[in-house]
């Protein structure tokens, strides 16, 4: 199996020569490594290397894979079609961006109107969660193709605010 | 110590209701259990499997997921109280705690209220009125004028206080129609731009002066007395670290007062008189700000239970809850002030649902894994267990980690062992920023400030990950994906770049 990833914005491929629990793995064109993995937690995964133990914690968020190990921590983006194309903040269509949820909450305020006008980090939808009301902004300039939510509405983690084309 | 204090209850406390939620009536409760006295949860829609509602003896549900709907809800919580025939009610923090005409309803229907008279509360809740009350105790306050002035008086004040100097509104807060000036040139269109903003926020476009303190150390007093006339303090907690005026880490022995011992007497004995002139009973916190020269200055006086209470538990070997429920049945302070002692150093991180690397957005969710800190030195209260969902309707604390040790050397280190070993899954927690907090050069010296969180995020560079991690982080990551049956099939291989990642990356990621 081989993975392309983008590791904290540098991009890098890595090969499963052998699956877990005794995995043999390459990075890049680097030399082949190996690895005892096991898995006692749902997201957990204790690595033990060249008589090193590791605990990588991996959490799914809208914006991708969140790996910490060790106190550091990686955002890390698996280039994978089929996972792409389940991601609402992703790019969808060729020049659509679609907007989404960072987190579940009821909107409280709708900024904008299909066929608006916005710029790159100008405010489109207001969340609010525990108390505290989040700006939704573009993440780049364009008009305003739709607006998937009401004022009053409920919203999950992931789900779609609007598309701005 | 202790036993002499037994506690002649002039009214016996059996059963008490906690009118709040989450960790700190989950903290309420565990003082209830040791001492025998029965708990009664409330709960709103969006709580019934809250840890506070499960631990409890008994439960009553008082309305809908929005606060004004139920935790705030005065009627239905009394009501709650007489149906379950509770003796007493402790308010916590935040809700109704400070909330003058609870106090006094509570009276009025034969409850105790766990906390200060009603008439304290009333006095210290008004900015003004506790000014007063802190001039008139001889505390000395941040100067500036009683009320609102002339760009002429604007003038004289600058000349004979001297700058910086802030401007600020009579009619409100939230920073509207604040403006810090710097020198007498900036002072005629600060003024002038302040009152017009406080006349669109407020509809009043009055003005007064404080002198700006910069970079100032918060640092406040816990008072604790009873009924009878006896008034002790139990010591400073420092909450310099804030961010965005919201206290992260607190800690006891303040690190400007363990170097000039002489201080805790002198604000503990400020913080006394301040309380004993508002007539306070009870546990209450006088805040002070203190400028560079150790000069100190009231600020406010919160008549309730802290938050961060727990550190100064740690230190003197007491429990605040426990003395509040006793003092609020009539009972005398166990001990005089000479009798109070403080030993070591300990140290509390607000751990919150919210992403530090997504500008501290909220993260409210189901938690999938939970592994709590655990070992020597080591107090967490909280109210997180696996699987339960956070609710998106109430602040993200999740839990205060407390540590004590010997030292504050020690104190920091086994912070950031405890914070190493806490695991929440599923959301997002401010965790791994106060790792990277606590390790910072300035914290770790003990030069706090209160903009010192701030500055911290414009010259911290994070330190690159070693190879190795990133080799890790990437396998984790692989195996993670094609477990979860997303995986690319093997050759399906791309031209991009076949270099092992660049240790590089984002550097500023944590803002």
């Not at chain 2, 008139?136 to 003038?155: D, I, K, N």
Request: hydrophobic fraction near 40%; proline fraction near 5%.
């Amino acid at each position: 199996m081989t993975v392309d990833l983008t590791i904290n914005g540098a991009q890098g491929r890595i090969e499963i020569l052998a699956p877990a629990p005794d995995c043999r793995f390459r990075i890049g064109d680097a030399a082949e490594q190996q690895a005892q993995v096991e898995r006692p937690e749902p997201g957990v995964y204790s690595i033990l290397i060249d008589g090193r133990s590791y605990e990588a914690h991996v959490e799914e968020t809208p914006r991708g894979l969140v790996v910490t190990v060790r106190g550091f921590h990686f955002e890390i983006d698996v280039r994978d079609p089929r996972r792409r194309g389940r991601r609402a903040s992703a790019r969808g269509r060729e020049g659509v961006e679609t907007l989404a949820a960072l987190m579940p909450g009821k909107v409280v305020r709708v900024l904008v109107a299909p066929g608006d006008a916005v710029e790159a980090g100008q405010g489109i939808v207001v969340v609010e969660a525990m108390k505290m009301q989040n700006e939704m902004k573009a993440a780049r300039g364009g008009r305003v193709a739709s607006v998937a939510v009401q004022e009053g509405a409920t919203v999950t983690a992931g789900e779609v605010l609007a598309t701005i084309e | 110590m202790r036993n002499l204090a037994l506690l002649q209850f002039s009214c016996m406390v059996r059963k008490v209701l906690i009118a709040n939620r989450g960790e700190i009536a989950v903290r309420v409760m565990r003082t209830l259990r040791e001492m025998g006295i029965g708990a009664v949860a409330v709960y709103s829609d969006a709580d019934r499997t809250s840890l506070h509602v499960r631990m409890a003896d008994e439960a009553a549900h008082i309305g809908p997921a929005p606060s004004s709907e139920s935790y705030l809800r005065v009627d239905r919580i009394l009501d709650a109280a007489r149906r379950h025939g509770v003796d007493a009610i402790h308010p916590g923090y935040g809700f109704l705690s400070e909330n003058a005409d609870f106090a006094a309803a509570c009276g009025a229907a034969g409850i105790v209220f766990i906390g200060p008279s009603a008439d304290s509360i009333r006095s210290m809740g008004s900015k003004t009125a506790a000014r007063r009350i802190a001039v008139t105790a001889g505390v000395p306050v941040v100067p500036g004028t009683e009320r609102g002035v002339s760009l002429e008086e604007a003038h004289a004040f600058g000349r004979e206080n001297g700058y910086p100097i802030l401007l600020k509104a009579v009619g409100g807060g939230g920073g509207k129609g604040m403006r810090a000036v710097e020198r007498e040139a900036e002072l005629d269109s600060a003024f002038r731009n302040a009152a017009s903003e406080a006349e669109r926020a407020f509809g009043n476009s009055q003005i007064y002066i404080e002198r700006l303190i910069t970079r100032p150390r918060h640092i406040e007093i816990q008072v604790l007395g009873d009924r009878h006339g006896n008034m002790v303090h139990l010591g400073e907690r420092e909450c310099s670290l804030q961010r965005r005026h919201q206290k992260v880490i607190e800690e006891c022995p303040s690190p400007l007062i363990a170097s000039h011992p002489e201080m805790r007497r002198a604000m503990g004995e400020a913080a006394i008189a301040a309380a004993r002139s508002a007539g306070y009973y009870n546990a209450g916190t006088v805040e002070f700000l203190v400028d560079a020269d150790r000069r100190f200055y009231f600020l406010e006086m919160n008549t309730r239970l802290q938050v961060e209470h727990p550190v100064t538990e740690l230190v003197t070997g007491l429990d605040l809850v426990r003395l509040q429920i006793e003092i609020a049945g009539g009972a005398r302070l166990p001990f005089r002030q000479e009798d109070i002692s403080w030993q070591g150093s300990a140290i509390e991180c607000r751990i919150y649902a919210e992403d530090p690397y997504n500008n501290f957005m909220p993260s409210p969710g189901k938690l999938t894994r939970l592994t709590r800190p655990l070992g020597p030195g080591v107090r967490l209260d909280g109210c997180i267990y696996d699987g339960w969902t956070v609710p998106v309707d109430y602040d993200p604390l999740l839990a205060k980690l407390a540590v004590w040790a010997a030292t504050r050397e020690d104190a920091i280190a086994r912070t950031q062992r405890a914070l190493g070993e806490f695991d929440v899954g599923g959301i997002r927690t401010n965790i791994e920023f106060f790792r990277q907090i606590v390790d910072d050069e300035e914290v770790r010296a003990g030069r706090l400030h209160t903009s010192l969180i701030e500055e911290f995020f414009t010259r911290h560079r994070q330190p690159a990950p070693p190879e190795e991690l990133t080799a890790v982080a990437a396998l984790a990551a692989a195996l993670h994906t094609g477990a979860n049956g997303n995986g690319n099939g093997a050759g399906q291989r791309s031209s991009s770049d076949l270099s092992p990642w660049l240790s590089a990356g984002r550097s500023d990621l944590l803002r």
